[in-house]
Structures are given as structure tokens and as C-alpha cells.
């Protein structure tokens, strides 16, 4: 994609994990967890609007005035860029273009352990977990390294037939994995597929394991329902910023759903086995805590 190009002096530095552009005279790159400004990419606004649509374009995505907001993913040999866009009018001020940067190869817990991402008892344990076939939620804030984290942990395992439901391609596992991915409605607002429908598809195609990217609608409450009829090691992320505001997220989202308390505290405390936090402190992202969840009935 040609205007990927434009990207192409902050992508040759591997250190840059994120490229902020607040409007055209603005552009930040995350490095080490630090974000520092670099020159403009782009000369004014109007030339920033056409390179973000032109992007979305390239995708098949769609970003104009009546969808001003949008994200798409993007392979480049730089890694997947994960990028979001806010066209300038009702919604902001300036244009604006957030880009993820997630590496090409995937790291192993080998390597996490190397960087002191996690220790040897928590690696031990990730093993023990996967050996064993038990449920585990990733949770952390927004940039903890939920994604990396989960990429490294299904690596382990990447002879079985792991079926992953996603917004984006953003795991991309190697080995025996299935991808599936949602898909937006079309501009007569028909045709959307979403993670619900994808895992009620997936729960068809004799999968060892069911991975959801994201958890944070009405696929939380069908996974959960799969995982009490004999589904296991199975494994999502979750935006949570401690192991007790997981559960307590997990609960909001089932009771939005239409559960009750009392059946979302059975359907969890009898589906998720584990939770595993992660946390970016400094320039580092670490796993903090591996906690067996326990739930009161």
C-alpha cells in the first residue's frame, strides 16, 4: 500500500510502538513507553484527511463525514499497524491518526522471560495452565501488551486448532489457527458481523481452543455458556485495570446482556479458571499477577 510510505521514516525505527498524529503539525512517536514529537508528517489538514481516507480506502474501510470515526488494520513489513481515524468536523477539531504498531514475529514466552516481561514461577505456570486445558482472561489497560501476551501464550500451543474471532487481524498465530474476523454493516446499515456470530460459528468448526481478541459485549455471555458445556482453554483479553475490577467488568457486561447477578457470578465462577494481569510500568510491560479466580455463590 503506497501510502504506507509516508509512515516509512518512524517505522524504520523498531522502537517505535505508536504514531500519534493530533493534526497535520502535530505527530508523536511512542518509544520505550515515552512519547516524544517528531517533524509533521503532513502539510496541512487537508492533505492528512485525504491520507487517512485514502487508507481506509486501500481496506475497504470507510471514513467520511456520515462514519467519521473508523479503524482498520493494515500489513506492512514493518508489523501490523492497527489504525484509527477521526476525521475533523463534529466529533474533533483536526484529523487525527492513532497507529499500534504489533511486530511481524511473534515473541515466545521464552522471550518475554528474557526481556523480564514475566518470571520462570509465572512462565511455569502459563505452561501448567495451557497443559491442562483451563480458561484464562488477559486483562490490563489500554497498551499493556494484552495482545503480546496472548500471541506468546497460544504460540505454546500452536499445533492445536485455535480459532480466533477478532475486530482486527491482530494475532495472526502461526501454526494450525483458524482467523475469523467481524465485519461492519454496509451503508444501508445491513450485513454486520460481529463477534457473537463469528463464535457461534466457531463453536462449529471443532476447535481445541476458542480465543477472542476483545471480550466486551453479548459474545462474553455465549462464550461463557460454551465453557459450561464442555469447552476448554479457552482465552480472551479483557480492558480492566486489576483482577478484582475483571470480575466486576465481566459481571457489568453480562448484566448488560439481561443476566442477572446471581446467574452471571455461576456462569463465570464455573467458565474462568485464571486471570492474568498485565501492566506497562515505565517503558516496560509486565505481567503483575497470575490469580486462580475465585467467585463467592
Known amino acids: 500500500m503506497h501510502e504506507i510510505e509516508k509512515l516509512k521514516p518512524l517505522l524504520a ?10 493534526s497535520s503539525s502535530k505527530t508523536q512517536v511512542e518509544i520505550s513507553g ?3 514529537e ?10 492528512l484527511r485525504s491520507w487517512a481516507q485514502a ?6 474501510g470507510r471514513l ?8 482498520v488494520s493494515v500489513p506492512t513489513d514493518f508489523g501490523l499497524l ?5 476525521l475533523a468536523g463534529e466529533c474533533s477539531l483536526d484529523t487525527q491518526v492513532s497507529i499500534r504498531r504489533h511486530p511481524l514475529r511473534s515473541l515466545s514466552l521464552q522471550e518475554l522471560l528474557a526481556t523480564n516481561s514475566i518470571n520462570l514461577n509465572q ?3 502459563i505452561q501448567t495452565i495451557l497443559l491442562s486445558k483451563e480458561n484464562f482472561v488477559i486483562v490490563g489497560g489500554t497498551g499493556a501488551g494484552k495482545t503480546t501476551l496472548l500471541r506468546a501464550i497460544l504460540n505454546e500451543v500452536s499445533s492445536e486448532r485455535i480459532l480466533t474471532l477478532e475486530e482486527n487481524f491482530e494475532l495472526a498465530l502461526a501454526g494450525n489457527a483458524v482467523a475469523l474476523k467481524t465485519r461492519e454493516s454496509n451503508h444501508e446499515r445491513a450485513g454486520a458481523i460481529t463477534l457473537k456470530t463469528l463464535l457461534r460459528n466457531a463453536l462449529r468448526m471443532r476447535p481445541d481452543r476458542i480465543v477472542i481478541g476483545e471480550a466486551r459485549g453479548e459474545e462474553l455471555l455465549l462464550l461463557l455458556q460454551s465453557l459450561n458445556t464442555g469447552h476448554t482453554g479457552a482465552g480472551f483479553s479483557l480492558h480492566a485495570n486489576s483482577y478484582k475490577d475483571a470480575y466486576l467488568r465481566m459481571v457489568g457486561i453480562l448484566n448488560f446482556a439481561g443476566v442477572s447477578n446471581k446467574l452471571a457470578k455461576a456462569l463465570i465462577a464455573n467458565s474462568i479458571h485464571w486471570i492474568i494481569e498485565v501492566k506497562r510500568e515505565g517503558g516496560l510491560r509486565r505481567v503483575v499477577a497470575i490469580e ?3 467467585v463467592e455463590l
Do not use: M, W
Open 13 to 22: 525505527d523498531e522502537r517505535v510502538t505508536d504514531i500519534l498524529i493530533t
Open 34 to 36: 515515552r512519547l516524544t
Open 38 to 47: 517528531v517533524e509533521p508528517l503532513f502539510e496541512n489538514e487537508s492533505q
Open 55 to 60: 487508507v481506509f480506502s486501500s481496506c475497504g
Open 64 to 71: 467520511d463525514l456520515s462514519q467519521p470515526l473508523g479503524e
Open 82 to 86: 492497527r489504525i484509527h481515524a477521526v
Open 123 to 125: 512462565l511455569q505456570l
Open 292 to 294: 486462580r479466580l475465585n
